[in-house]
C-alpha cells in the first residue's frame, strides 16, 4: 500500500489559482478529478490502494479544498472546469499522451477537455460520468437545493462525523473515505471549529450548470480509450450505459451493490480496476461496447 503524503503546489493560471495535490511515483503521471463538493485528498484511500507505481496527480477544483472559490457569475460553469483542466497540464508540461480518471463531475471535467483537446489524453476512466441526454439535468437541479441549505460550520470533528456519518450517502461511505472528506475537506479555526471548505453556494451553481455544455450528443467524438464504469443502484446506470455504446473504444463495467458513490464506497475495487486498465490496458473477464 502506497504510504506517500503528498505534496501540494498551487499552479497559477492567471484569473485563478487551483491547488495540485502530487503523490511522488515514476512516470508517466495519472491525473484523478474528484467529483462536486469534495477535494482531490479525497482520492487518497484510492490512491494508497493502487498497485501501481506511477506519480500521481489530484487537483482541487475551483470553489473546492485548497484552491481559489469564485463567486462572480457564470464562475462554476461546466466548460470552465475544463479550461481550468487544460490550463493545469499545460502547467505541468502535460500535453500528451495524459492518462486520468475522474467520478461524477470530474469525470464529465475530462470528458469535455478530451473533446477540447483531442491530442491531450490517451487513456481515461471515467467513473459514473455526469452525462446524460438535455432532459436529464432540469431533474437534478434539486442537489442545488439541497447544497444550499448544508451546515457548514461544526463545532468538532467529532459533530461533524456523527452528522455526515449517520445518514445517506456518507453512511455507506469507507470509513478511510470519511476520514479524508472530515481531514481534507474542512479548514479548522483556533476554537477548534470546523469549516466547510466548498460552499455550497459554489456547489449549487455547478449543479445549476449542469447541461449548458452538450457532452452526451458528442460522447462518439472522443477517440481514445475510456473505461466507464457504474454502480448497479446509481440514478446514472442507463446513462453510463449510453456512455458507453457512445465512445468509440469504450469498456463498461458495472459493480453490484453499489451508488453513484463508487470511489467511496468501493476504494479498494475502484484501485483494483484502475491499476488493471492502466498497467494491463484490459479489465479481465470484461469486454468492450461497441459505439451504436
Excluded at 469525470?107 to 460520468?129: C, G, Q
Aim: net charge negative; proline share 7%.
Amino acid at each position: 500500500m502506497r504510504n506517500i503524503e503528498p505534496v501540494m503546489q498551487s499552479i497559477d493560471l492567471g484569473a485563478i489559482t487551483l491547488a495540485v495535490w502530487e503523490y511522488a511515483g515514476e512516470e508517466p503521471p495519472i491525473f484523478f478529478c474528484h467529483c462536486a463538493g469534495l477535494c482531490g485528498r479525497a482520492w487518497d484511500p484510492v490512491i494508497r490502494r493502487l498497485a501501481l507505481k506511477n506519480r500521481i496527480l489530484a487537483w482541487d477544483a475551483r470553489g473546492h479544498g485548497d484552491s481559489d472559490a469564485p463567486m462572480h457569475p457564470g464562475a462554476y460553469a461546466w466548460d470552465g472546469f475544463s479550461e481550468d483542466l487544460l490550463g493545469v497540464l499545460d502547467a505541468l508540461g502535460l500535453n500528451t499522451e495524459v492518462r486520468a480518471v475522474g467520478h461524477s463531475g470530474g469525470a464529465s471535467t475530462l470528458a469535455h477537455a478530451a473533446l477540447m483537446d483531442p491530442d491531450r489524453f490517451s487513456r481515461l476512466v471515467l467513473i459514473d460520468a455526469i452525462i446524460a441526454p438535455p432532459s436529464f439535468y432540469p431533474s437534478a437541479k434539486w442537489l442545488a437545493e439541497l447544497s444550499r441549505k448544508r451546515r457548514h460550520v461544526f463545532e468538532s470533528e467529532d459533530a461533524a462525523r456523527q452528522r455526515f456519518g449517520g445518514k445517506p450517502p456518507m453512511n455507506l461511505w469507507h470509513p478511510e473515505v470519511l476520514d479524508a472528506y472530515l481531514t481534507h475537506g474542512f479548514s479548522r479555526d483556533a476554537a477548534g471549529r470546523l469549516h466547510l471548505k466548498c460552499q455550497g453556494e459554489a456547489e449549487a451553481r455547478v449543479y445549476e450548470s449542469g447541461g449548458m455544455v452538450p457532452l452526451y450528443e458528442r460522447l462518439h467524438e472522443i477517440t481514445v480509450p475510456v473505461l466507464a464504469i457504474t454502480g448497479a443502484e446509481s440514478y446514472m446506470l442507463e446513462h453510463v450505459r449510453g456512455q458507453s455504446r457512445r465512445l468509440q473504444q469504450a469498456t463498461l463495467m458495472e459493480l453490484p451493490n453499489t451508488s453513484h458513490f463508487i470511489p467511496q464506497e468501493q476504494p479498494e475495487v475502484c484501485a483494483t480496476i484502475i491499476s488493471d486498465w492502466f498497467s494491463q490496458g484490459i479489465i479481465p473477464g470484461i469486454h468492450r461496447n461497441s459505439p451504436e
